[in-house]
C-alpha cells in the first residue's frame, strides 16, 4: 500500500524541517521528546502577542479577543480528544506538573489501607506523583510489569491487582521508551467495575492516531501539545462531574469550577493559542488526506471528523514508517531492538523504536549520528522504570528512534546508510 499523505506538502508546512547541518539536510527522529510545528502554529502564537495580548476576563477588546482564542482552544482539544464538554480540558505548563497537581487533590480522599497502581512501562510522570501521593497519604502502591521479551504490559497481572482497595489506576496509552500500545480501554473499564479511577498518559499516542476518551472509559487522560506538532502545553482531560468535587489546590479569588479551578495562575495565552492551531494543522489533514477513513467515524461531523479521518490517515502512514526504521535496523549486525518487531502486529506499536548496540554506547551513537544530521534521542527519557527493568539503566539507556508522519523513507534510508558507515 501506498503512502496516504503527501510528505512534499506536509513538509512545506514546517520551517524546521528545512534546516541542514554542515550543509546537510537535517532529519528530525527525535520525534517522542518534542516535535517541530507548522508555521500555522508559529503564526497563531506571534498574531496573538502582536494583537491579542491580554489577561482574562478584562471589559476591553483585547481581553475579549484573549477570552475567544482561549474558549476555542478549549472547545479544539475537546474536538481532538472527543470529550463532552470543553469544560472538560485544563490546560497547564506540561504533563508532569498537570499530574502532579491532580495528584494531590485526588489525595485528599486517599488514605492507609488504600490502594495505587503503577506500572513499568510508563513515564515517570505516570509513576512518581502517584507514588509520591501514596506515601504522602500512606496508601499502599501496586506496580505491573511488562515482558521484557515481549515488551507488552502484563494486563491478566494487572486485573488481578485491581480490587476493592484500589482507588487509581495509572496507566500510559503508548509507551514512550519502546513503542508498545496498551489496552486503555479494558483497564479503565477493570478500574471502572471496582469503584477506582483511571489516568491515562497519552503523551505518546495522541500524536500518532484517533483518541476518544468517553470510548476509553477513563477518568482523565493527560498529553502535551509539544508532542503532537504545537506548543510547549500540558493538557488534562477530566470528567466533569470529578473534576467538579475534587478540590483544587488554587488562590481564593480564581473561579472554583472547571477548567479554571485547575488552571492556577496566568497561563501562556499564546502557548494555548498555539495549541489551537495544532489541532486545526491536524484537521487540516483529516480534510485533505482523510477522505477514505470517513466512513469509519459516521457518529462525528465537523472538525471531529476531521480530526478523526486526520489521525487515522497519519496512522496508516506511520505503519510503513515503523517498518522501514524495522528494516534498517535488522541489516546491523549484533543490533539488539527493544520493542515489538513483528510486522503483523505494527498497529500494537507506534514508530517509536529503540535499540542498543553491544559494545557502542548509546551517546556515542547518537553523537556520531548527530554530527551527520540525524537527531535521535539516548538515555532514558524519563522512562526509568523502563530501562532499569531491562538492565540498562547502568548502560546509558537506549537509542530511540521516533518518526512521525512527516517523515520520509528516504530519511529512514539516510539513518540506515549512516547506523552501517558505524560498522
Known sequence: MGFTLDTSHIRSLFPSLRQEVDGIPAVFLDNPGGTQVSQGVIDAMSNYLARHNANRGGAFWTARCSDEIIDEAHQAMADLLNAASPDEIVFGPNMTTLTFSVSRAIGRQIGPGDEIIVTRLDHDANIT????????????????????ETYMLDLPGLRNLINERTRVVAVGYASNAVGTINDVKSVCGWARDAGALSFVDAVQYVPHGPVDVQDLGCDMLACSAYKFFGPHMGILYGRYDLLDRLQAYKVRPAKNVPPGKFETGTQSHEGIAGTLASVEYLAEVGRRYGGQYRAGFDQFDGRKLDLRSGMTAIEQHELQLSAAVLDELETIPDIEIH??????CLDQRVPTISFTWPGRHPRAIAEALG?????????????????????LEDKGGMVRIGAVHYNTLDEIGRLGVALRNLI
Open 129 to 148: 506523583p502517584w507514588v509520591m501521593m501514596a506515601e504522602d497519604r500512606g496508601a499502599t502502591v501496586r506496580w505491573v510489569d511488562f515482558d521484557p
Open 339 to 344: 520493542g515489538i518487531t513483528d510486522r503483523d
Open 371 to 391: 554530527n551527520q544530521g540525524i537527531f535521535v534521542w539516548d538515555g532514558n527519557y524519563y522512562a526509568l522504570a523502563v530501562t532499569e527493568r531491562l538492565g
